[in-house]
Structures are given as C-alpha cells and as structure tokens.
C-alpha cells in the first residue's frame, strides 16, 4: 500500500513536470493593429485639418461613415490592440450634437460612453504594456476624461473634470460647460491632466447648471 502510494506520487509529480514544461514552451500570438481603423484614425485627423484651414467640410458626413465602420468592426471582433481601442474611442466622440428647444444635446451620447469605455481599456493596456511614450505623446488620460466629460454634458447637461466648452448665444462667447464639482477631486484631475478646479475658474466663465 505504501509502494503504490509513492508510485502515484511519483507519476503524479512527473506528470505536472511535463506539463509546466510544455506551458514554458507556449508563444502567445502577437495581434496586429488593425490597418483599417488607422486609415480612418488617419483621415479624421486630415479631414478636420482641412476643415479648420477652409471651413468647407461638412465633418458629419465623413464621421458618419466612420462611426459605422466602428461599429460593424466593434461587431466583428476587431477592434483588439491599445492603438486600435484609442483609435476608435478618437472616431466614436465626434458624434454630431445638436441643440433641441435651446439645450445641447447629441445625436447618439451613447457614442461617447462607448469611446469612454474603449479609451479606458487603452489607457490600461497601455500601463500594463508600459508604453509611456504612446502615453504621453497622445495625452491618453486626458482622452479618457474627455470622453466622459463629453458623455455626461450631452447626456445630462453638465461634467466630471472640466474639459469640455459651450457656446453662449447670450454673450457670444465660449464657456466652460457647468461642472459637478461633488464628482471628481484635484487629485484625480491630476491623474487625467486636467488643471484643478480653482485655476479652470480663474481662467474661464464657467455657464451656469440647467434645472434639466
């Protein structure tokens, strides 16, 4: 009885030394970015150069396009790497908005919390993959906290961190969307590159909240 007892142990123990042999031998399959989402990455960028040195294009009907080639490769699967995810979320927030009865809203805020939840899932692939040059260069954090800035004001009219501008039609001049200032500290500003909140109010007018 002893005998078969350390036969087992043996057997076992030999199997488990193969297997974590076979494990260390295992190559994990390295994924592409996907070239189609940076050719429309790319032509969002050219396109609103363009716009800005003519003020001729209509954004909204390349946009649209792009927005729904996110979508059907979203569908598919194929929006897998950092660079892919950052790329997307960059397509996805500039969904058109809209004023409706005096209030900006948006065609689809939803756009803006899915780029939200892509721009997140970057940032932390990012860390995890410890690119700080993408990091810094594309000012990842900043985009998260855009993109959810961008989320709530034509969502529900008013910001987290204070990225996020409105015109005013009273005055005719760019403010500051109204900020919660009970949803976000100086401390996470900081995390995601934005200037406390007391340097955002010296430097801007900040637009009142709406009773919406």
């Known amino acids: 009885m002893i005998n078969f007892i350390r036969k087992s142990t043996l057997l076992i123990l030999f199997v488990t030394a193969i297997s974590c042999s076979v494990n260390k031998n295992l190559q994990v399959a390295k994924v592409n970015d996907n070239q189609l989402i940076e050719k429309l990455y790319l032509e969002d960028i050219e396109i609103r150069e363009l716009d800005a040195q003519t003020d001729t294009v209509n954004l909204e009907v390349y946009d649209k396009k792009h927005r729904e080639q996110i979508f059907q490769l979203l569908a598919e699967n194929k929006v897998i790497t950092a660079k892919d995810k950052i790329r997307a979320a960059w397509i996805l927030q500039h969904t058109a908005g809209k004023l409706c009865n005096g209030e900006l809203t948006s065609i689809s805020s939803e756009n803006f919390l ?16 410890k690119d700080t040059a993408t990091l810094k260069k594309g000012q990842i954090q900043r985009i998260v906290a855009l993109n959810y800035d961008r989320y709530l004001l034509f969502s529900f009219g008013y910001q987290k961190f204070g990225t996020q501008f409105v015109f005013d039609d009273k005055t005719q001049e760019m403010l500051l969307a109204p900020i919660d200032t009970t949803l976000s500290s100086d401390e996470e500003r900081a995390k995601f590159y934005v200037e406390p909140l007391n340097v955002l109010l010296s430097k801007y007018k900040m637009k009142a909240m709406s009773n919406r």
């Open 114 to 129: 899915l780029a939200y939840k892509l721009s997140s899932e970057a940032l932390s692939m990012f860390e995890i993959q």
